[in-house]
């Protein structure tokens, strides 16, 4: 085995994950909130939130989420 197949498969996997796709998600919610002049503490704070919602739905997508799953996540107690 040479010493590039390693790599081969790892960009076959980024391709395949569509990690190359755009923006991600909370890079995208950073900018925004950027753009909005909001502070660097509350940018943090929301993009913890949006982190731990997707943590909490099993890493899937916020988009491919539905209102189930969005009001399940708003109705959970906090966990302190």
């Known amino acids: 085995m040479d010493g590039w ?3 081969r498969k790892d960009i076959a996997r980024l391709a395949a994950s569509g ?3 755009g923006p991600r ?3 995208e919610v950073r900018g925004r909130l950027r753009r909005l002049g909001l502070a660097r503490r509350t940018e943090e704070a ?3 939130w949006i982190r731990r919602f997707i943590l909490a739905n099993g890493k899937r997508h916020p ?3 539905g209102k189930r ?5 708003a109705l959970r107690p906090a966990r302190i």
């Open 69 to 73: 799953e969005v009001a399940g996540c």
């Open 25 to 27: 998600l909370l890079d």
């Open 46 to 48: 929301y993009v913890g």
């Open 63 to 65: 988009r491919d989420l």
């Open 19 to 21: 990690a190359r796709q």
């Open 5 to 7: 197949s390693h790599g």
